[in-house]
Each structure stands twice: as C-alpha cells, then as structure tokens.
C-alpha cells in the first residue's frame, strides 16, 4: 500500500458508522448558529435603533463582510477535513472577505475627513467587540473542531484555524446587530483582532483534539 492508499484508509476509518459527512456539517453548522445566537441574545442583544441603522450602508456592509467570511471559511474547513485537500482552490473566495473590507476602508478614507479617522477607527465600543466576538464564537469553535474529527484533516492547525474563522464569521455577524459603530476602519481594526483571535484559539486547539 503506498502512501496515498494509506491517507485514505486512515480518512475512511474515522467515519462514523450510519452518519455521513454532509449529516455531521449540516448538525453542526446548524448548532453553531444557535448556541451564537443564544449567547448574543443573553448577553447583548440589537442596537437599539437597529431599524434606523439598518437603512445605512456602513451597517448593512459589515453583515456583507461578516457573512462572506463564515461562508468562505465554512467550506475551506469542510475541504481541510480531508487529507487530499486542495485548498489552492479556495483563496479566492477567503479572499473575499479581506478584499471587501479593504475597500470598504478605502472607500471611507475618501469619504471622511483626516481628522476624522483615528476617531472612527477606535470607536466607541473597540473592548466590547475584542470581548463578545470570541466569547460568541466560542460555542461555534468547539462544535466546528469535534466535526473536524469525523474527517481526517493532514494539516491540524490549518484545519483548526479555519474553523477558527468560520466561527469568528459567525460570531461577528451576529455581535454586528449590537455594535454601534460601522464605520469599516473600525470593523477592519477591532472585528480582524477579535476573528484572528478564534483562528490562533481553532489552530491550538485543533493540535490537541484532532489527532488520527
């Protein structure tokens, strides 16, 4: 048996008798989104004037970024969980992400004054968000790394890093509907820390749970 015959014996080992792959995504991606929502309705809930909010475009572009990057890394992940993965394919689409923030900042560096934008860039509410983005992704984390089990991911901390983001995508999302500041020099400072963050905590915790 030469190596690549060996991978695929070890990956079709770790597979759960009677439950599939697409079963173990589809309950885990579902059990993400509620233990997040739950822990952000407990623990913060709506901006109060998230109607008024919502009709603004800095608003609604951080829902647009926040979701292209739990979209993104929630399929990288997906592919990760396997040892013949090729995650070259999937740059441009984790790309989107950094892509719309990048020129979302742009956009507002032209669209704000100078003097303007150390202000926005520090907010009003920067350790809430650098607090309630990982305590909300948290959940999402853990369930996202147990599924990594049922696969046979050759890079670990890869792996775990993108769970990492998948959880931080959907956390940020929902901590999006609390946060009163929109500007993208704020969501591209504080919301990038607090993601990055889950993907070093995915990437550590991965080395140690997901072992095959």
Known sequence: ?????????????????????????FAT????????????????GPRSDIAIAAETVRFLFKFVVTMALAAAAFLAMRVAAWPEADLRKLLPYLAIAPALVVGGVVLELFAVPRDAWATRLVGTNSLLCLTFIPLIGLAP????LLALRYGAPSRPALSGALAGLAAGGIASTFYAAHCPDDSPLFVATWYTIAVLGLALLGALGARWLIRW
Request: proline share 2%; glycine share 8%; with cysteine.
């Open 141 to 144: 984390l853990g369930l996202f």
């Open 1 to 25: 048996m030469d190596t690549n015959d060996l991978i695929k014996a070890l990956a079709a080992d770790t597979r759960r008798p009677g439950l599939s792959m697409n079963a173990v995504w």
């Open 29 to 44: 991606c579902a059990g993400a989104l509620v233990f997040a929502g739950l822990v952000f309705s407990i623990l913060l």
